[in-house]
């Protein structure tokens, strides 16, 4: 039996967070035992707000560094940038075409970037989950690892693998795509912001106190987490809906500490916020710590990370391109001479 495949990404836009690690790549590395790890950094995706060009490079290299540096093994996943295969534009294009329109207008993401952007809105934009359909189906993934926020656009490439795509285009017996699940771990799923607890932690808050970035200095994690926003009670709790900010910290506490969340509540329960927090700062600056320093090992060898790319490149192109000939050939297109 062949092991189950696994298509994940991250977008290069800004600093990855403790959300993106706790509610995604940490399940990644993980995975890698016992499935075929397919990992892209989705630069595509970064441009569907206005970007810098004079970033966008580099952004996309510290990203598949920082998934190495995660513990993602480039000798058993395939770690790759999405724009280096040109299938994920292609497919796109074909999806598109069989996508009702309504579908992407009501996915919560993109009004909720809509009105942000103001009269600025891309059609990139209202596509973006259009693209990460592609982005998996290409793929065959049996499993999609994502935090929560992300299991909308995981329902739509999963409606428009089985609905637009095999039972139009495809015998019964014989499906075009593999239709995806999502793989939601509970631990993690929600990360929220520092300064609000019920908004989740985000690359695109303006407030760079909202989040802790992975590589942020052992000083700067322990200026956020005193700031961090607190209530007037005493004592942490989970699950208090009146107090967001306490069940998130506690939930960061367990996580980076690596303690089960009963043991979490029971260690807390009396704890003033003021002795809580210098014990939170310091759970997450052991916990960034290894991971910090494989980053700078990385960062010195010149030229390494693009060369895991290139080889992740030959490796997800000979997949992506046999699934994207599958899909031309089922739409009628004239083969290539
Ligand atoms: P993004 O930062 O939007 O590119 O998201 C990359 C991955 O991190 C996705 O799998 C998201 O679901 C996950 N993620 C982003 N923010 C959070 C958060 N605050 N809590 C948990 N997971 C998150
Ligand atoms: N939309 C995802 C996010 O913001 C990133 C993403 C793009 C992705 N393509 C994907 C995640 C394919 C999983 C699979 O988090």
Not at 10 to 38: K, M, S, Y
Not at 44 to 59: E, G, S
Not at 105 to 117: L, P, S, T
Request: aromatic share 6%.
């Amino acid at each position: 039996m062949a092991r189950p495949r696994v298509l994940s990404g991250v977008q290069p836009t800004g600093a990855l967070h403790l959300g993106n690690w706790l509610g995604a790549i940490r399940n990644w590395v993980e995975l890698q035992d016992d499935h075929d790890t397919f990992f892209c950094v989705v630069d595509l995706h970064a441009i569907t707000v206005p970007h810098d060009p004079a970033l966008l490079a580099a952004d996309t290299r510290r990203t598949a560094a920082l998934y190495l540096a995660c513990g993602i093994d480039p000798g058993r996943s395939t770690v790759f940038a999405q724009s280096h295969v040109s299938a994920h534009s292609e497919l796109c294009w074909l999806l598109n075409c069989v996508t009702p329109l309504n579908w992407v207008e009501r996915m919560i993401q993109f009004k909720e970037k809509a009105i942000k952007q103001g009269d600025n809105v891309s059609v990139g934009l209202l596509d973006y989950p259009v693209l990460m359909a592609a982005d998996i189906l290409l793929y065959d993934a049996d499993l999609v690892p994502v935090g929560e926020d992300q299991k909308q656009h995981l329902e739509l490439a999963r409606d428009i693998a089985q609905q637009r795509i095999n039972s139009r285009f495809a015998p019964e017996d014989a499906p075009l795509l593999k239709v995806p699940e999502p793989l939601i771990l509970k631990a993690g799923a929600r990360v929220m912001s520092l300064t609000d607890g019920r908004s989740k932690m985000s690359k695109s808050d303006p407030n760079e106190g909202s989040r802790i970035n992975l590589l942020d200095p052992p000083e700067l994690i322990l200026k956020k987490i005193k700031r961090a926003k607190t209530d007037p009670t005493i004592g942490l709790v989970f699950d208090d809906p009146e107090r967001p900010e306490a069940d998130n910290l506690l939930g960061l506490y367990a996580l980076l500490g690596g303690r089960s969340r009963g043991q979490a509540a029971a260690d807390c329960a009396a704890m003033g916020w003021g002795t809580f927090k210098p014990l939170l700062a310091e759970l997450a600056v052991e916990a960034l710590r290894p991971l910090q320093e494989r980053y700078r090992e990385l960062e010195a060898e010149e030229g390494y990370i693009d060369q895991v790319l290139r080889q992740g490149r030959e490796r997800a192109s000979a997949v992506a391109g046999a699934t994207l000939e599958r899909v031309r050939a089922a739409l009628g297109f004239l083969p290539v001479a």
